[in-house]
């Protein structure tokens, strides 16, 4: 069994946050592979389905990002998993809008949540983290990712959503190559390189003829003297 984590903050006026792309990302994938309702379990909500041959708990703790270990704690020790068994979706500022990174372990780079986690189950489990841009100063990451994704983010957003919903199963299975695959199939689809070179053979303008390419004069020099004098 699979336990996917998606952090970010608990009720309506934190919803369209940069902070809970990681919301976002296991509610796409709760409905587009028909898991069960979410319901209030392990201090937070979760919601039970299949994801290829992987049977998967999806946990969006309700304790505030900075304390949800505490959740993640209560899942895995319900269902004895090890921390190999957990990936947790977060936002990530070192990342470009639109990006996304797959790591398995490691540090947890000051996140608040990922430090939590860090604190309650230790450091292996995996995580996939999605790039939201950095407002350039630290001074301004609290109110930057305290924030509603701006207008302009729509159109890539719901492109990385999409992939992420689409590579699920590959993602719970363990193959992440496959899965990463499917979400630059949505974010950065390939270009066709077959496509001919646009032909010029638009018909003349009214009221204008087609110019006729002039003959070879081929006559001698002599012949030209004559004509002239005709």
């Known amino acids: 069994m699979k336990l996917i984590v998606g952090l970010g903050n608990p009720g309506a006026k934190y919803a369209g946050h940069r902070h809970n792309i990681g919301f976002m990302a296991v509610d796409r994938i709760a409905a587009d592979h028909g898991f069960g309702p979410w319901k209030a379990r392990f201090q937070g909500e979760a919601a039970e389905g299949r994801l290829g041959s992987e049977k998967v708990l999806l946990l969006k703790p309700g304790t505030f990002m900075n304390r949800s270990g505490q959740s993640v704690q209560a899942a895995m020790q319900f269902y004895k998993l090890l921390p190999e068994d957990v990936i947790v979706f977060h936002d990530e500022l070192d990342l470009a809008p639109g990006k996304l990174r797959v790591k398995q372990g490691g540090g947890h780079a000051g996140h608040n949540g990922l430090r939590s986690i860090h604190g309650h189950i230790g450091a292996e489990y995996g995580r996939v983290r999605l790039g939201i841009g950095h407002p350039g100063h630290k001074d301004k990451v609290s109110g930057y990712v305290l924030h509603d994704f701006a207008k302009a983010d729509a159109e890539w957003l719901d492109d990385l959503l999409r992939g992420i919903s689409d ?64």
């Open 167 to 230: 590579g699920a199963p590959q993602l719970a299975e363990g193959d992440t190559g496959r899965f990463q695959n499917a979400v630059a199939l949505r974010t950065a689809p390939p270009r066709s390189s077959g496509s001919a070179p646009p032909r010029n053979d638009a018909p003349p303008k009214t009221g204008e003829e087609p110019k006729e390419t002039p003959k070879p004069d081929d006559r001698s020099a002599l012949q030209k003297l004559v004509d002239r004098f005709r």
